[in-house]
């Protein structure tokens, strides 16, 4: 069974940091990507980052392109999404997802993942 520990969420003003922390256990077996995704009030939820297990490439979204950055930490099991330059419209719950070695679809649609956690809240508000 996989499980998920999200941290780092919280309130911060525009132009601020924040760190999410994604400590998964239970993975599944060759699994492809590990990814970082949001969803903002009455919006679709959006790939935001992800990480591919295997090569360490990088994906992200044009809106967090040069303020986010996506890194793990194999050994623990855990991955990171360190946001730079926060805006207002990066308040959102984000969530981390996992996507199992046969799932389909681009690096950064939330279809292609099937293992989530609950999520965590980011406010970016002076």
């Known amino acids: 069974q996989v499980q998920f520990v999200e941290s780092g969420g919280g309130l911060v003003q525009p132009g601020g940091s924040l760190r999410l922390s994604c400590a998964a256990s239970?993975?599944?077996?060759?699994?492809?990507?590990i990814g970082w995704f949001r969803q903002a009030p009455g919006k679709e939820r959006e790939g935001v980052s992800s990480i591919s297990r295997v090569d360490g490439n990088t994906y992200y979204s044009d809106s967090v392109k040069g303020r986010f950055t996506i890194s793990k930490n194999s050994a623990a099991k855990a991955v990171y999404l360190q946001m730079n330059s926060l805006k207002p419209e990066d308040t959102a719950d984000y969530y981390c997802a996992v996507k199992s070695w046969y799932r389909k679809g681009a690096p950064l649609d939330p279809k292609g993942y099937d293992y989530w956690g609950q999520g965590i809240q980011v406010t970016v508000s002076s």
């Open positions: 239970g993975l599944p077996v060759n699994y492809q990507a």
